[in-house]
């Protein structure tokens, strides 16, 4: 045990040399407050649940890099971190663990901010923004480091429970509504907040929010915090494709995650400014996992249409995707559409309705006549449908061209947006 003076003597040996790692078999801390400051690691060199034991006082870290490290190992069992803020705030981290593989072992940190978290990220956290926008108003002021070193296969984590202070719910420059706290986790892999939806219950009358749910090891990264669900860290739309199939136009979507999502809206125009619903899928609600959806819009405009999708929450809260464009030319003589169109990128897709065996040129004109893009495909199957993707090496100004497809016995040609 470690009484109070010999708890004030370790204070000092901590301050006076930073970049010690001091290892203790059994840490019990009756009153006193011990500070790790500059980079500093306390190592606990016992995997028992009570290798921390607190009857008063706490651990204070207040740094990213100020560290208690707890060589758990492969021990299972419940665990407390008695984090606290100057002498005053206790803040707890627990969590149950199961037992793991390997000489792992935990290291845990945490620090305050101010109101605007975004100006005192962690390292390794890009970005706190939710929609492109800065979200500190809606998290807490602060951070927590969990991370797990050393493992072969990470334990299964349960009950974690994070403990706030009320300043820092209510510092000036936060609107975050208390019963919505939950926790989200940074993902260092992705490098967004955006695969993991937030998580856990929160106790207002004890200023924790405690995830019940056991995680998965590829669920477990470094970086915590906790937000307003009514304003959750960035949620984005994997994918959202527009494609022409035959007589149709196919749309089909990913999400990474959903929170409250409802339904979604799927709307297209005839000019890219006025939009009709055509369809609503339903949403998820809440969902941590990679979701697919698609739709087909069987009696599609003709000519060039635009697509995009509109995402509704439960709250009548919404946002839109990217705007798609495409062409749907269907039973020409010609038996060839192009799309997209505009064009964004530096490719595009032309549909050939091929009847024989047939050499195809394509051909493609900026508006004064020049040539500027040749290219001979072999189509060798008959009777199908051949759909083609042109990619143009050169970067091609903003403008109008004009497109040709020929072959001996048709040829086609239109207009080609380049945006």
Do not use: C
Not at 170 to 195: F, H
Not at 322 to 340: G, K, M, Q
């Amino acid at each position: 045990m470690i009484n109070m003076k010999i708890q004030q003597l370790f204070i000092a040996i901590l301050m006076a040399m930073p970049s010690i790692a001091f290892s203790q078999a059994r840490l019990v801390i009756n009153g006193a407050f011990i500070n790790i400051s500059q980079g500093a690691f306390l190592v606990i060199d016992n995997p028992a649940e009570n290798a921390i034991t607190r009857n008063s006082g706490h651990i204070i870290s207040e740094g990213e890099s100020n560290t208690i490290q707890w060589n758990i190992g492969t021990t299972a069992g419940n665990y407390m971190v008695p984090f606290g803020y100057d002498n005053t705030d206790y803040i707890p981290l627990s969590f149950h663990k199961t037992a793991g593989t390997g000489n792992g072992n935990f290291q845990f940190a945490t620090y305050s901010t101010g109101w605007q978290n975004s100006a005192q990220l962690p390292t390794e956290v890009l970005n706190l923004n939710h929609q492109g926008v800065d979200n500190s108003a809606f998290v807490i002021d602060r951070f927590w480091k969990i991370d797990l070193q050393n493992y072969l296969e990470n334990p299964v984590i349960t009950d974690l429970t994070f403990t706030y202070i009320e300043e820092e719910l209510t510092n000036p420059g936060n609107t975050i509504t208390e019963a919505n706290l939950q926790a989200q986790r940074w993902s260092g892999i992705s490098d967004s907040w955006d695969d993991y939806a937030p998580a856990g219950t929160v106790n207002t009358t004890e200023n924790m929010v405690t995830i019940s749910a056991s995680f998965a090891a590829n669920d477990m990264f470094s970086w915590w915090t906790l937000t307003d669900n009514g304003s959750a860290l960035p949620i984005e739309l994997l994918t959202f494709e527009v494609n022409v199939l035959e007589n149709e136009v196919h749309v089909a979507w990913a999400t990474a995650t959903e929170i409250d999502n409802d339904y979604f809206s799927l709307e297209r125009s005839a000019n890219g400014i006025q939009f009709n619903e055509i369809a609503t899928v339903n949403g998820a609600g809440n969902s941590s996992t990679t979701l697919h959806y698609n739709y087909r819009d069987e009696n599609p405009l003709k000519g060039v249409s635009y697509y995009r999708l509109k995402q509704i929450d439960y709250d009548g809260k919404f946002e839109y995707s990217p705007t798609i464009a495409v062409l749907f030319a269907p039973n020409e003589s010609s038996n060839v559409s192009l799309y997209p169109n505009p064009v964004t990128e530096r490719h595009f897709y032309i549909n050939i309705n091929a009847d024989n065996d047939e050499l195809t040129q394509i051909l493609l004109f900026d508006f004064t006549g020049n040539l500027i893009f040749r290219n001979t495909i072999d189509i060798t199957s008959v009777r199908t449908s051949v759909r083609i993707e042109i990619s143009l090496s050169q970067h091609l100004s903003p403008g109008v061209y004009i497109l040709k497809v020929t072959n001996n016995r048709s040829q086609w040609q239109d207009k080609l947006i380049v945006m």
